[in-house]
């Protein structure tokens, strides 16, 4: 069901993160208040923080700055078993229960799917295209996940809880991962990874740089949604892209 026990245990330490529950008993002044307040107080009306999406496993992880939410997607709440939240995230988009269709569309709480895709899924889809020279599938080829976890809509709150949320999970978040390539994706995801790993670099493609048992490449580009050129093709050099494309297809030559 999911990598490790290891893996398992981090995503349902990130999906309770106990921070919650201290700016719910109303510690005003805790830095993740602002964004934890952006939800409902009753537990069993919030969703829960997002550790991850899809395999942990994959070659390429992509991070950006947090989750947007949507009151109607039917999504991981406080009362729903570690079981279940596992299941959600580790297998949203295939190998577990069907909770995205077509990798692109939600299921919504009434039951139905999501008319409309999620435009960041896709534009993350075709990120991860380009470094694998293939149709990319996002139950085995990649994950994506935020260096804020909590959800709220455009980036509320993400500024002032940054710190805290990167301090207490984003090196073990990389660590556990099996990316040889991190794509920073935005403003927030660049700059919070640049201090947190000590990159003093301005390049768009920095590395290897050894975070837990493997060497990491990381990758800045703009946020997917924005208006700016944001391909790899655009916004990296060709030898670069090739050194990427090489990282994810396990050495072999592009």
Request: positive net charge.
């Amino acid at each position: 069901m999911t990598t490790s026990k290891r893996a398992r245990d981090f995503l349902i330490e990130i999906a309770r993160c106990p921070n919650v529950d201290t700016c719910i008993d109303g510690s005003e002044a805790h830095p993740c208040h602002s964004i934890v307040s952006h939800q409902p107080l009753e537990l069993r009306e919030r969703h829960v923080p997002e550790p991850w999406n899809g395999r942990i496993d994959s070659p390429i992880l992509f991070l950006s700055s947090n989750p947007s939410i949507d009151a109607a997607e039917l999504f991981p709440d406080w009362s729903w078993s570690d079981d279940d939240i596992v299941d959600f995230f580790e297998n949203r988009f295939g190998g577990g229960k069907r909770w995205a269709e077509g990798h692109l569309y939600p299921l919504l709480k009434n039951g139905e799917r999501k008319r409309q895709w999620v435009s960041f899924w896709a534009n993350v889809n075709k990120l991860a295209q380009e470094l694998l020279r293939r149709p990319a599938n996002p139950a085995i080829d990649y994950a994506m996940s935020e260096v804020v976890h909590c959800k709220s809509t455009s980036q509320s709150g993400v500024r002032e809880a940054l710190e805290e949320c990167t301090q207490r999970y984003l090196d073990r978040l990389v660590a556990v991962s099996s990316a040889r390539v991190i794509v920073l994706l935005g403003r927030h995801a660049g700059s919070i990874v640049r201090k947190r790993f000590d990159l003093q670099t301005e390049k768009s493609v920095t590395g290897p740089v050894r975070v837990g048992t493997l060497e990491r490449t990381f990758v800045f580009l703009p946020h997917p949604n924005a208006h700016v050129k944001r391909t790899f093709k655009a916004c990296l050099q060709d030898s670069e892209l090739r050194r990427l494309q090489k990282l994810v297809s396990g050495g072999r030559p592009v």
